[in-house]
């Protein structure tokens, strides 16, 4: 049987951080998204007291099927009235700490998932 690595069409998690991540090799030290469809946004968000509905705006127009939100150090979660255009189209939200959702966005796109991560740092 012939083994081949998982390849994606958009950037890709190359490393993580405190405070910073590498996308495609280059060190990124602001908030970001990221689909696996290409898309590559700076996040105008430094914290999460920051965050609110017009922050999650721009997913709405990459047709993801899943957004991975990173949290940034440590878990917190989203109000719902700020993902609710994004339920409302049928696009799922997990949340997790911005390290775990590095990793799990380049498993997800691997696998050619239609996926954005959603990273604060």
């Not at 996040?43 to 099927?65: K, R």
């Not at 339920?87 to 380049?106: K, L």
Request: with cysteine; proline share 3%.
């Amino acid at each position: 049987m012939k083994l081949q690595a998982d390849s994606t069409q958009g950037p890709t998690l190359t490393g993580y951080g405190e405070g910073w991540v590498a996308v495609n090799g280059e060190k990124v030290l602001t908030s970001i998204m990221i689909s696996s469809m290409g898309h590559r946004l700076e996040w105008h968000c430094g914290s999460f007291e920051q965050l609110g509905e017009a922050q999650f705006a721009p997913i709405l127009e990459w047709n993801a099927e899943l957004v991975l939100f990173g949290s940034g150090a440590r878990l917190r979660f989203p109000k719902p009235q700020w993902l609710a255009a994004l339920y409302s189209r049928r696009i799922g939200v997990e949340t997790m700490d911005t390290q775990a959702a590095c990793r799990t966005y380049n498993f997800l796109a691997g696998e050619g998932r239609k996926v954005v991560a959603a990273l604060l740092l």
